[in-house]
């Protein structure tokens, strides 16, 4: 089955300094990853996601860039704010049959004023 | 337009009592996943259904636990006895699930305690 892999587990930076999260799968089969934040006590929310017909997505300070042939995805944000501090999910699927996601084990950013 | 909605937020109770937890899922998804997060195995899939059938319930510990969901708008996670280390936030997620994949909607999540 599929296997994600997420790094780093903690990441500090200094506010308007860029972030990077960098997740790896298993699975060639997988063609659709999802970035998940989570607030402290709150519900994974989607902030992104991409499918294997692009190379990389943008979406105001956030990017998601793919790399099928080496079989890993990254999280890019930039000009970081205190708000962006949250733990960030990776995960994977495949895109045909029933979607079952495969998370990654969550970096906690924070992003110190 | 209401999201995932999840009851109860928080349940306390003793090791060896009944826990039923509650999810509404989004008004037309298909797709319906019960999730548990703790802080040592990090967010672990459960079981999902599909049009309200289970499709694999592989994630689901033991036979303490089941699920059920006997229409598209409500689900059940049931553990019965539970233990202490059943102590977790358990999350309740869906989606529609058409050709490709679509993203999932997660709700506010309970917080069990097993005391």
């Known amino acids: 089955g599929e296997n994600v892999e997420q790094h780093p587990s903690t990441l500090s930076v200094q506010e308007g300094d860029s972030a990077v999260i960098k997740c790896t799968y298993s699975?060639?089969?997988?063609?659709?990853f999802p970035w998940y934040k989570q607030e402290l006590g709150k519900r994974p929310q989607l902030i992104i996601d991409?499918?294997?017909?692009?190379g990389e997505k943008k979406d105001q300070r956030i990017a998601v860039t793919l790399n099928k042939t080496a079989k890993h995805f990254s999280l890019h944000i930039t000009e970081t704010q205190p708000e962006d501090s949250a733990v960030y999910f990776c995960a994977a699927s495949r895109d045909t049959g029933f979607q079952k996601l495969v998370f990654g084990t969550g970096t906690r950013l924070l992003v110190s004023p | 337009d209401a999201g995932v909605i999840q009851s109860p937020r928080h349940e306390v109770t003793e090791m060896g009592q009944e826990v039923t937890l509650r999810c509404k899922p989004i008004s037309g998804h298909n797709s319906l996943f019960w999730y548990r997060q703790t802080m040592m195995r990090g967010l672990e899939l459960l079981i999902y259904f599909n049009n309200n059938v289970p499709i694999d319930d592989s994630g689901m510990p033991e036979d303490r636990f089941s699920a059920k969901m006997p229409n598209a708008s409500f689900s059940t996670l049931k553990i019965q006895p539970s233990e202490p280390r059943d102590s977790a936030v358990y999350f309740c997620?869906?989606?529609?699930?058409?050709?490709?994949?679509?993203?999932?909607?997660f709700g506010d999540g309970t917080r069990l305690s097993i005391l």
């Open positions: 699975d060639s089969a997988s063609n659709y």
């Open positions: 991409i499918r294997s017909n692009v």
């Open positions: 997620a869906s989606t529609w699930d058409s050709q490709g994949n679509q993203p999932q909607h």
